[in-house]
C-alpha cells in the first residue's frame, strides 16, 4: 500500500471534520502536534454536511448551539433565527474552518477504511479509501453520534420503481415533490420536521407512523439586534448557568418538582415554556421528569392535550398521541407539525399493528394486504446511533482484538473516551458520555479540551503509550448504568439502547449524569494524573 503523498509521520490523526474534528485540529495545532483530518465529505461540518433535507433545524438554539470557547468567533458570526436551519449551521463551520485556516490540514473526500495498532512500533497503521495510509502515534474518531443512517428492516426495497431517499442523504440539489403522491416513513425528528415542507409541495403526503413521538413548538423567529445586545452583556452569566446545567443548555436549573406544585400552578407553569417554545426548556420546568414516573405522566398529558387542541380530527388526534413516557426519547422540536395534520392532502397511515410488510414496485403493502402507491418514499428512519461510525471502521487494537468484538455485548469504554485493549485510540462524544442528552457543543468543547491536554501531559511526561485500565473501564460502565437505572430513560425502547436495530445489543448508551458530573467526574481523573488510565513511559516502551 502507498503511504499517502499528503502523509507526514503524524502525531495525531482525526477522523471527522464536524465540530469535534474542526476544533480539536484548532487546539493540536496551536500545541505544536503534527495532526491532520480525515474526512469522507467534500466539505466541512460533519452531520450538518450530510443532512440537507428541507425543514432540518437544531433543536437547540442558536446563541447555544456554537463554539463558546472563542470570543471572537461568538462577535463575528451572526446567527438570522433563534433556531438555526441546516443551511446556515454549514455555513457557520464552512465560516470557521476559513477563519481558522483549518482546510490545510484537511484530507477530504477520503474515508478510513482499517486502523491496526502495532505494540511493537506504538503506533497506529490508517487505511484510507483512496488506497494510501497513515500512521499516527494517537487516531481520535470524531465520528459523531448520528451519522451512520439506518435502512428500515423492510423486504423488497429493489422492487420499488419510484424514487427513495433518506433524510440523511438529501441529494444537494433537492427533489422536487410537485404533484407527487409522496410516502413519509419515520415520525421521529427528522420525519416531524421534514414533513410540513413535504405538505406544502406535494399533491397528496401519507405518513406511515409506527410509533408517534412528542414534540414541542419551536416558536423560531428571527433574532435581532435587541437579542444579540442582551447576550454580549449577559455572555459571562449566560456561559455560567450552561456550565452549571445538566444539559448544558441556558435556563435555570429547575428547583421543584411537578407535585410540589397544584394542578393549576403546574399548567400555568408548563403552558408558559409551550408558549416559549424549544424542547429543553420545556423539559426542564420540573426537576422530576426524567426520574418519577407520576410526575412524567402528567407533564405527557399536558402535551398530549396540547395536540388534542391543535388537530382538528378528535381521532387523529389521538392516534397522534405518543404513550411512552416523555423524555425517555429525544423529544422533538417542530415547526407546524401537527397544524399540518389539518391540510386535506396529509394522510396518517397507522402502521403501529399493522406493519408496512413490503415495498412493492408501485409504494408498500402493509402486513394486512393494504397497498399505497406513491411516487417517492422518504425514509426517516434515523440512524445506527452511538456505535455505527466506530463500527464501520475495521480498527483493529491489541493482539487482534477488534472493536466489534470488545464491543459484542455493547459498548464498554472508560469515560466514553477509551475501550480498553486499544492504546493511543480515543472517541469524542462517544457512548459512555453525555453527549447526545445534552447540547452536544458542549459537550465536545469539554472533550476536545481535556484530549488536547491529555495529549500535551504524554508529551511533557514522555509518554509514548495510554490506555484504559480495564478495571476502571468496568467500575465506568457500571457507573453508567447505575446512573441510567435510577432515570425513566431504560422503560422506553430507543436508540439510546440500541432497541431499534435487530440484533443490536441493548444497553444504555449515553452518560445520564449530566454534563457538570461528567466534567468533574473527567477532570479530577485528569488531575490524578490519569487515574484509570495505564501509562507507559518512552523509555520502558523502548525496552519492551
Ligand atoms: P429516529 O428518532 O430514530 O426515528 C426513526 C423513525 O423511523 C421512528 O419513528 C421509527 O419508528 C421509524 N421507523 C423505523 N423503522 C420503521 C419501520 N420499519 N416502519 C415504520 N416506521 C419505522 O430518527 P431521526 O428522526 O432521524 O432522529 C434521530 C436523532 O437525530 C434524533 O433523536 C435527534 O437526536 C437527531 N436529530 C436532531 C434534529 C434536530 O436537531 N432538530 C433533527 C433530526 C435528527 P419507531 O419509533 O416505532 O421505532
Sequence with gaps: MQESAAARPLDILIVGAGFSGMYLLHRLRNLRFNVRIVEAAPEVGGTWWHNRYPGLRCDVES????????????????????????????????????????????????????????????????????????????????TGALATPRMPDIPGVENY?????????????????????????????????????????????????????YSIP????????????????????????????????????????????????????????????????????FKDVQMNETSNQLVADFVRDRIRETVADPALAEKLCPKYLIATRRTCVDIGYYEMFNRDNVELIDVSEDRIAAFTEKGVRLASGREYALNAIVLATGYDAMTGALLAVDV?????????????????????????????????????SPSVLANVIRAIEHHVDWLSNCFDYLRRESIACIEAEEQAQDAWVQHVNQLADRTLFPRTPSWYIGADIPGKPKVFMPFAGGLPAYREHAD?????????????????VAQA
Design 524 to 540: 479530577r481523573v485528569a488531575r490524578n494524573g490519569y487515574e484509570g488510565f495505564r501509562l507507559t513511559r518512552e523509555k520502558s
Design 63 to 142: 446563541l447555544e448551539y456554537q463554539y463558546s470557547w472563542s470570543e471572537e468567533l461568538r462577535r463575528e458570526w451572526r446567527w438570522s433565527e433563534r433556531f438555526s436551519s441546516q443551511p446556515e449551521i454549514l455555513e457557520y463551520a464552512k465560516f470557521v474552518a476559513d477563519k481558522l485556516d483549518l482546510r490545510r490540514d484537511i484530507q477530504f473526500g477520503v474515508r478510513v477504511e482499517r486502523a491496526v495498532w502495532s505494540d511493537e512500533t506504538h503506533r497506529w497503521s490508517v487505511s484510507l479509501s483512496d488506497g494510501s495510509s497513515a500512521t499516527a502515534r494517537h487516531v481520535v474518531f470524531a
Design 396 to 432: 483493529v487494537g491489541r493482539d487482534g482484538l477488534t472493536v466489534k468484538e470488545a464491543w459484542e455485548n455493547g459498548p464498554r469504554n472508560l469515560l466514553g473516551l477509551m475501550i480498553s485493549g486499544f492504546p493511543n485510540m480515543f472517541t469524542v462524544t462517544g457512548p459512555g
Design 161 to 213: 420503481e419510484g424514487r427513495i431517499i433518506h433524510t440523511a442523504q438529501w441529494p444537494a440539489q433537492g427533489v422536487d415533490f410537485n404533484g407527487k403522491s409522496v410516502g413519509l416513513i419515520g415520525t421521529g425528528s427528522s420525519g416531524l420536521q421534514v414533513a410540513p415542507q413535504i405538505a406544502k409541495q406535494a399533491n397528496k403526503l401519507n405518513i406511515f407512523q409506527r410509533s408517534p413521538a
Design 218 to 285: 419551536a416558536r423560531n423567529r428571527a433574532l435581532t439586534k435587541e437579542d444579540y445586545k442582551t447576550f454580549f452583556e449577559n455572555i459571562e452569566e449566560f456561559d455560567a448557568l450552561a456550565m452549571t446545567q445538566k444539559g448544558g443548555i441556558v435556563v435555570a436549573n429547575p428547583t421543584l418538582g411537578v407535585q410540589d406544585v397544584s394542578p393549576e400552578e403546574r399548567k400555568r407553569m408548563l403552558r408558559e415554556r409551550w408558549e416559549a417554545g424549544g424542547a429543553f426548556t420545556f423539559l426542564a420546568t
